[in-house]
């Protein structure tokens, strides 16, 4: 398996910009396989297929989220099941590609689609699946939906695809030790969308963040995700860990600053802005309207900028 040495330039270069490393315009990296792109080690025993930063297409087949897996000494650790089946196991030929270590566990990241669609390929290999409980209501709740929208762009992809929840659920936090890492499982608070989750290896000041962190695509911001606690738990919970190296939900590695600039201080902005046009007498029709254009050069800014406003105005209307 190729190195690449990703962070000897990202820690000198806090605010290395690579939104320009990332584009919807960019074309499938891993032809040969499903998967986007082919999974890398990023430190010594973490990996992660880096997906596409586009919304989930047929040319993407459905990897446009990161995922990832470590390999401990002593077996196996996936973080996301994938969109698909198809997904499910194409990682899983490249994970038998790096070693002889069985998979031993999987781990869902929240309870979006591409997170939880796979799961049915590695309960067919006996393998226990992991996620938070809000998140495993929140797949059962959404999941007629996301295996439809699956079909509807995956085509042949979604073949074998059947839509299956976790096997186990955790709430707070779940810790496992197995080989050389010390894996934590955790529920750091309200994000992105429910049950969030996001694993830190403390020992390797690593954490593979899931969708509470972005950089290189717009957050989106979902009806019911409340801004100012995501906030909250960013500033209360995740800084206060102080990872050296994050794996965002979407997007290649980074680290805490340039995952902080444009999330929390993101949020922080957006929400900025919606205050003043409140304060101004603004209606919902204006605020799709504020100036995000400081965040223009993110993937998904045009498919996500004005929602995001309109969301947050509903939040922020009565508070």
């Known amino acids: 398996m190729k190195y690449i040495p990703l962070f000897s330039a990202l820690l000198s270069v806090p605010a290395l910009a ?16 499903v998967l986007y792109s082919k999974p890398y080690e990023v430190i010594p ?24 897996f470590i390999v401990t ?17 194409a990682l899983h030929d490249e994970i038998k590609a790096v070693t002889d270590q069985p998979v031993k566990l999987v781990i869902n990241e929240n309870g979006q689609g591409h997170a939880m669609l796979g799961n049915n390929y590695w309960i067919e290999q006996g393998v226990p699946v992991l996620a938070h409980v809000e998140a495993a209501a929140e797949f059962e709740h959404s999941m ?4 439809t929208a699956l079909k509807g762009y995956a085509k042949e992809n979604a073949e074998g695809t059947d839509p299956m929840g976790p096997t186990e659920t955790f709430e707070d936090e779940r810790v496992i030790t197995m080989g050389d ?42 009806e019911g995700t409340c801004t100012s606690c995501w906030i909250e738990t960013w500033e209360t ?39 003043e046009h409140i304060e101004a007498g603004g209606d919902l029709a204006g605020a799709y309207y504020v100036d995000q254009t400081p965040y223009a050069h993110l993937d ?7 929602k995001n406003a309109g969301v947050v105005y509903s939040e922020m209307e009565f508070e």
């Open 18 to 33: 690579f939104p320009a490393l990332a584009s919807e315009d960019i074309p499938d990296q891993y032809p040969q396989s």
């Open 45 to 68: 025993g973490v990996f992660s297929a880096i997906g596409a930063t586009a919304p989930p297409t047929y040319e993407n087949a459905g990897h446009n989220n990161n995922l990832s």
């Open 73 to 89: 000494g002593d077996g196996v650790v996936v973080v996301n099941s994938g969109a698909s089946y198809l997904l499910a196991r």
């Open 144 to 147: 007629a939906g996301a295996w």
């Open 181 to 222: 890492f010390d894996i934590h499982v955790m529920h750091l608070g309200p994000a992105h969308s429910p049950g969030d989750t996001q694993v830190w290896l403390p020992k390797q000041g690593f954490m593979i963040a899931g969708d509470i962190a972005f950089h290189e695509r717009m957050p989106p911001i979902f």
């Open 237 to 275: 919970k995740f800084v206060p860990l102080a990872p050296t190296y994050v794996i965002p939900g979407h997007g290649h590695p980074t680290n805490l600053a340039q995952v902080t600039r444009y999330t929390h201080d993101y949020l922080v902005y957006l929400r900025g802005k919606i205050a």
């Open 300 to 306: 998904t800014y045009e498919e996500l900028a004005t």
